[in-house]
């Protein structure tokens, strides 16, 4: 059974735009995105729309919808009443590039930032070794698909355009937990979180994980770990005084951080 | 005023919308929820524990008062008074070990940034301050002190816990005997241990902090098993606040003779 839909769309670039409404003949079952599909191919060919894989997978088309961070196509018709009118805009913390498109560069650029894997030597017969169970922790961070909405909902960002040069977001938080929890790889991120990335500019209000599509559990798994771990090298007076008579700190763990002068 | 609004999501580059947020449901209801509830606790957890009087029902004591250090009324010191001189009210030596942990909880400061802090006041609704540095200065960088309030708390729960055994006697010390004053601090005391034990700083130490799981299998078992019941840290949070606060309360009323305790034996 079809209906019409209501919808309410922000058109337009960086020089200024505004909410237009449409209404779009949908079926039961379809997303948001078939709508817009529809729109696009029935009213207004020139709507710019990000999308690809169409279930959930990609990443592509992040946006709001009724002012919350969600997928386009993972977001069903039938959450919504059949009257209401379902307003979609583009990612409000980053720069529009045309309707529904935005310029998430921002986040490469952080991706960039982030030392890669370096892991230690191989062993004996040329192979590297890890248990089963040591290889399943870091799993859930790897359902990562980059849609980038944690990073459009998190408000050090999203309100503080001046903070985006100091602030990786919870996307990048979510990497340096994976290596920093990864057995066999050896760089000490620890003091790099907490400085360049911005870590302890988060104040773990967990909209991250509100909005994570793959339901990454980022605040409790991998932001609150490492700010443990950065409380462990840094805030620990333990460890401080350990360090001062000499006695070898056992939390480096097979890690070393580049930037420490010894 | 005008600086304000070229910032976050009214920035030049951004879309441009006008609305904070376009957010429909009731996305205030909570914070609306978290500031009420939190404040009146801060009211009335200050109010008593500023009394000084009024905390010990023979043979219950009051959690806002125990260890009760300072100059306290027979019966109640069960580990002396070292603090005989301090000349205020003797919950002031000890609350703040319990007030600290629960301010720098991972899960309360969440929900008061949002609820009183407005910072955001929900997710995608934009926060009303200009600027923003988290948790990155004094005094909000003492947040990371986090897991030394935990080793307090931990010791604070075992003395509740004490508490309670001496709860199974009557008002003459005789042992053996339960009243609803024993009921309530035993289950206060479940929740203050679930809340104690289900810290994020608990599962960090218990094994979070590892890189090879596979090389410490205890510690992996604790670890999982201090994940299961962090999944329900902010529900301990709410029930241990409710709990200690329905304890203090129930002995205010006993120890002023409003009302009498109910003995089942």
Redesign the interface.
């Given at each position: 059974m079809g209906y019409d839909l209501k919808m309410r769309i922000?058109r337009?670039d960086?020089s200024?735009?505004?909410?237009q409404d449409y209404t779009v003949e949908v079926s039961e079952g379809e997303v948001v995105l078939d709508a817009i599909h529809r729109l696009q191919a029935t009213q207004s060919g020139d709507l710019a729309v990000r999308w690809n894989c169409k279930a959930g997978k990609c990443g592509s088309c992040s946006a709001?919808i009724?002012?919350?961070?969600r997928l386009l196509c993972m977001t069903r018709l039938s959450d919504f009443d059949q009257t209401e009118t379902i307003?979609v805009?583009?990612m409000?913390?980053?720069?529009?590039i045309r309707d529904l498109v935005?310029d998430v560069s921002f986040n490469y650029e952080k991706a960039r930032e982030l030392p890669s894997f370096q892991p230690q030597p191989r062993d004996a017969d040329g192979k590297r070794r890890?248990?089963?169970?040591?290889v399943e922790?870091g799993q859930e961070f790897r359902k990562c698909i980059e849609c980038f909405l944690c990073q459009d909902?998190c408000?050090?960002v999203?309100?503080?355009?001046?903070?985006k040069p100091a602030f990786a977001g919870p996307r990048f938080f979510l990497r340096y937990a994976e290596l920093?929890?990864?057995?066999l790889d050896t760089h000490d991120r620890r003091a790099l979180a907490q400085d360049a990335a911005?870590l302890?500019?988060?104040?773990?209000?967990?909209?991250c994980t509100?909005?994570c599509p793959e339901g990454i559990r980022i605040?409790?798994n991998a932001i609150?770990?490492m700010?443990?771990?950065?409380?462990?090298r840094?805030?620990?007076p333990l460890v401080w005084l350990g360090s001062k008579i000499g006695v070898r700190n056992r939390?480096n763990?097979?890690?070393t951080d580049p930037r420490d002068p010894d | 005023m005008a600086t304000e609004e070229r910032?976050?999501?009214r920035?030049?580059?951004?879309?441009?919308?006008e609305a904070r947020?376009?957010?429909?449901?009731r996305w205030w209801l909570s914070p609306l929820v978290t500031f009420v509830v939190f404040g009146a606790f801060v009211i009335y957890a200050t109010v008593r524990a500023f009394m000084g009087r009024d905390y010990y029902a023979s043979p219950y004591l009051s959690p806002f008062y125990s260890p009760c250090l300072g100059d306290c009324v027979e019966g109640a010191s069960d580990f002396g008074q070292p603090f005989k001189a301090w000349p205020l009210s003797a919950a002031l030596i000890i609350l703040i070990f319990p007030l600290g942990f629960r301010m720098t909880c991972?899960y309360y400061?969440?929900a008061y940034?949002?609820a009183f802090w407005l910072?955001?006041p929900a997710?995608?609704?934009?926060?009303p301050?200009s600027?923003?540095?988290?948790?990155?200065r004094f005094p909000?960088?003492l947040q990371?002190?986090?897991?030394w309030f935990w080793y307090a708390a931990l010791v604070i729960a075992c003395v509740l816990t004490f508490d309670v055994v001496l709860a199974f006697r009557n008002a003459e010390h005789e042992w053996g005997h339960m009243g609803l004053g024993t009921v309530l601090m035993l289950v206060n005391v479940v929740y203050i241990w679930l809340y104690t034990l289900s810290c994020?700083?608990c599962?960090?130490a218990v094994g979070?902090?590892?890189?090879?799981?596979?090389k410490h299998p205890v510690r992996?078992r604790l670890w999982t098993w201090v994940s299961g019941l962090?999944?329900n840290h902010a529900r301990y949070a709410w029930i241990s606040l409710f709990s200690v606060a329905l304890v203090d309360l129930y002995i205010w009323l006993l120890a002023m003779g409003v009302i009498e305790d109910v003995r089942f034996f």
């Open positions: 922000w337009g960086q200024g735009g505004d909410l709001e009724n002012g919350r961070p307003t805009t583009p409000r913390a980053f720069p529009v935005t890890m248990m089963q169970v040591d922790r909902t408000h050090v999203r309100d503080h355009e001046d903070n920093d929890m990864h057995p911005g302890g500019m988060c104040n773990i209000t967990k909209c509100e909005v605040t409790d609150i770990p700010k443990e771990r950065v409380v462990d840094k805030f620990d939390d763990d097979g890690r | 910032t976050g999501v920035g030049a580059t951004r879309a441009e919308i947020t376009l957010r429909e449901d991972y400061r969440k940034y949002r910072s955001p997710c995608a609704v934009a926060e301050h600027a923003y540095s988290g948790e990155t909000l960088i990371n002190l986090h897991r994020h700083s599962r960090h979070g902090r590892l890189r090879h799981f596979s992996y962090n999944a």
